[in-house]
Nanobody, 125 residues
Framework: QVQLVESGGGLVQAGGSLRLSCVAS????????MGWFRQAPEKEREFVAR????????YYSDSVKGRFTISRDNARNTVSLQMNSAKPEDTAVYYC??????????????????WGQGTQVTVSS
């Protein structure tokens, strides 16, 4: 069973950059598609980005497309989220998650069966 631990959250000014990392334990990390989600106070958890197990394909929500980049290093069991041009509305707890299946509805958090504990990102205006 894979376990996930996020890091890299913090406070950043609007327009700034932040890089989130998620390290996985376990030998099967490379067989999972990986996603990043976020949840702001009193809001539902929402999809941010996804990368396939090989890294060949990536998907983004419209709200972050062109600003955020998801990547992975299977040799290091790591998936990252590079956040550029940060906006106050990006403020949330960010979670990485693992999905063992290829699917069309990759944006639904219910399809991810392994989650990290989350890391807080705060963007000041």
């Amino acid at each position: 069973q894979v376990q996930l631990v996020e890091s890299g959250g913090g406070l950043v000014q609007a327009g700034g950059s932040l890089r989130l990392s998620c390290v996985a334990s376990g030998r099967t990390f490379s067989s999972y598609h990986m996603g990043w989600f976020r949840q702001a106070p009193e809001k539902e958890r929402e999809f941010v980005a996804r990368i396939t197990w090989s890294g060949a394909r990536t998907y983004y929500s419209d709200s972050v497309k062109g600003r955020f980049t998801i990547s992975r290093d299977n040799a290091r069991n790591t998936v990252s989220l590079q956040m550029n041009s940060a906006k106050p509305e990006d403020t949330a707890v960010y979670y990485c998650a693992a999905d063992p299946y290829t699917r069309n509805d990759y944006f639904s958090p219910t399809n991810y069966n392994i989650w990290g504990q989350g890391t807080q990102v705060t963007v000041s205006s």
